[in-house]
C-alpha cells in the first residue's frame, strides 16, 4: 500500500540538492540513478552499502514520517491540506548547516534556530495526523529494533514516531548506520561529505521554505517527490490555517432542500471554497437528488472500517456523508451537508462549531413538491407527510430559519448572503 512522508527538501535548482543527490547517487524528483562520485581508499560497493537507505529515502529532512492514509482519505484531501498549511508557514533560513556525526551515522545539522525549526515540525505532526493510518504491528516491531526509551515508547504510541516532540532533531541522513566501520574510512567519509556540501553552504544558506510530500508505492520502493509546496514568505508569523465553516441543512422532505441548494450551487463566485457534500444513501440514483447509492451491505461496511464522518437513518434509508469533509474543513474550505432534523443533537457534539439552517415551507407546498418529485407514493408519500410536521426547531437551538414557500430565488439570494464570508 502506498506510503505517504512529509519532509523538507530543497528545492530541484538548489546547490544543497544538487549536492545531496549526487552524494547519493539518486534523485528523487527526477527518479534518475547514478554512480556515486568515488571516495578514495572507499570501494565503490562499500560506499554503496553504507549509503543504500538513505539513498532510497533521497535527500529529506523530515517533519512527519511515512503513513499510509486511513480509511476514507485520499490523496487529492492530503494535497488540499498541505496547500492550505504552506499557504500560512514562513520560511526558516539555516545559518549554518554542517556535515555532524548524528547517533551512529552522518548528516547535515544546523546548529540553529531550534525552536523554530521544532514548532515547525510539531505543527506538521499534529496538523496532519488526522489522515494518518496506525502502523502495523509490522511497523511497530521495526521502529522498536532501535532499542527506544520509555519516552521513545510513548511517543511512537501516540504518533506513530519515536523521535518528535522534545525527541525531534532537524537533519538530511547521509548514510546508513557506520557502527563496525574502521576510523581510516570513517574519516574519509565524513572528510568526503564535508567537501561535497561545503560549495552548497558556500553559495546560499539553507532554507526552509517549502514542504514536499514523497511517495513510496509499494513496500521497499524508492521515495519520489510527489509535490512540493512553497512557503509565503510574505507571512509575519507562523500559525495554521483557519478551519472551514460547516453547514448543516435541515428540514422535511419537500421544503426544496436539493433545489435550493442546487440553485445556490450554480451561483457561486467562481473562487469560493466550497464544498457541497456528497451523501451515500441506501436508495437508488434518482434524478431528484445526486448522491452516492449502495445498497445496506455495503453501507454498513463503510461505516464498519470508519469512513463516514457523519451517519444517521430516516425513512427507512441510512445516510452517510464522507470522511473526506473533515479534511476539506481543516483546509479551510467550507462545507455544505444535507442532512436531517434528527441528527442535530449527534452533530453538536461531533461538530460543536456547525451552523445549522433549518429550511422550511408551508403544509400545502410541502405536498405538492413531494407529489411532483414522485419519489414515494400512497403509504410512503403518507409516512413522508406525517414526519414533514413532527419536528420543529427548539427556541433554544441556534439555527438560522430559512423559508422557501415562496419563489426559489428569494431563498436562494438569502443563503447566498449567509454563506457569504466576511472581508
Not at 510530500?213 to 508569523?237: K, Y
Request: proline share 7%; charged share 25%; with cysteine.
Amino acid at each position: 500500500m502506498t506510503r505517504y512522508a512529509l519532509y523538507f527538501a530543497p528545492a530541484a535548482d538548489s546547490p544543497w540538492w544538487d549536492a545531496g543527490c549526487s552524494w547519493l547517487g539518486r534523485n528523487p524528483a527526477s527518479g534518475a540513478e547514478f554512480a556515486q562520485r568515488r571516495i578514495p581508499g572507499i570501494p565503490d560497493l562499500t560506499l554503496a552499502k553504507l549509503t543504500s537507505d538513505a539513498r532510497r529515502y533521497g535527500l529529506h529532512a523530515t517533519l512527519k514520517p511515512p503513513f499510509r492514509l486511513t480509511d476514507g482519505f485520499g490523496e487529492e484531501h492530503l494535497e488540499a491540506m498541505a496547500q492550505a498549511f504552506c499557504s500560512v508557514q514562513k520560511p526558516i533560513r539555516l545559518e549554518d548547516t554542517r556535515v555532524r556525526p548524528l547517533a551512529n551515522f552522518l548528516a547535515l545539522c544546523p546548529t540553529g534556530p531550534d525552536d523554530e525549526i521544532g514548532a515547525l515540525a510539531m505543527r506538521c505532526m499534529t496538523y496532519f495526523d488526522m489522515l494518518r493510518a496506525a502502523p502495523t504491528a509490522a511497523e511497530l516491531v521495526k521502529r522498536r529494533r532501535a532499542a527506544l526509551t520509555a519516552r521513545q515508547e510513548s511517543l511512537l504510541q501516540r504518533w506513530g514516531y519515536p523521535y518528535t516532540e522534545e525527541e525531534f532533531r532537524f537533519h538530511m541522513t547521509l548514510t546508513d548506520s557506520l557502527s563496525g566501520v574502521d576510523a581510516d574510512a570513517l574519516h574519509a567519509i565524513r572528510k568526503a561529505a564535508e567537501e561535497r556540501f561545503a560549495s552548497a553552504q558556500a553559495a546560499a544558506p539553507l532554507v526552509i521554505d517549502a514542504l514536499s510530500i514523497f511517495r513510496e508505492d509499494r513496500p521497499g520502493a524508492a521515495f519520489s517527490v510527489w509535490r512540493r509546496f512553497p512557503f509565503d514568505a510574505a507571512r509575519q508569523s507562523a500559525a495554521l490555517p483557519a478551519p472551514g465553516r460547516l453547514f448543516f441543512f435541515v428540514g422535511p422532505s419537500g421544503a426544496g432542500k436539493d433545489t435550493l441548494l442546487q440553485w445556490v450551487r450554480k451561483r457561486m463566485p467562481a473562487d469560493a471554497d466550497i464544498v457541497f457534500a456528497q451523501r451515500t444513501i441506501t436508495r437508488p440514483a434518482h434524478p431528484s437528488e445526486s448522491h452516492e447509492a449502495t445498497d445496506a451491505a455495503t453501507f454498513w461496511q463503510h461505516a464498519a472500517a470508519g469512513r463516514f464522518a457523519m451517519i444517521w437513518q430516516a425513512n427507512d434509508l441510512c445516510y452517510g456523508v464522507r470522511r473526506g469533509i473533515e479534511a476539506d474543513l481543516k483546509a479551510g474550505r467550507d462545507v455544505i451537508v444535507n442532512g436531517s432534523r434528527e441528527y442535530v443533537p449527534q452533530l453538536r457534539q461531533l461538530f460543536p462549531e456547525a451552523q445549522v439552517i433549518w429550511v422550511d415551507a408551508d403544509e400545502q407546498k410541502i405536498r405538492e413538491r413531494l407529489e411532483a418529485r414522485q419519489r414515494e407514493t400512497g403509504a410512503a408519500l403518507l409516512r413522508r407527510l406525517e414526519r414533514a410536521v413532527q419536528f420543529t426547531p427548539a427556541d433554544e437551538l441556534p439555527v438560522i430559519r430559512l423559508d422557501n414557500t415562496g419563489p426559489l430565488e428569494v431563498a436562494g439570494h438569502r443563503l447566498l448572503e449567509i454563506l457569504k464570508r466576511l472581508p
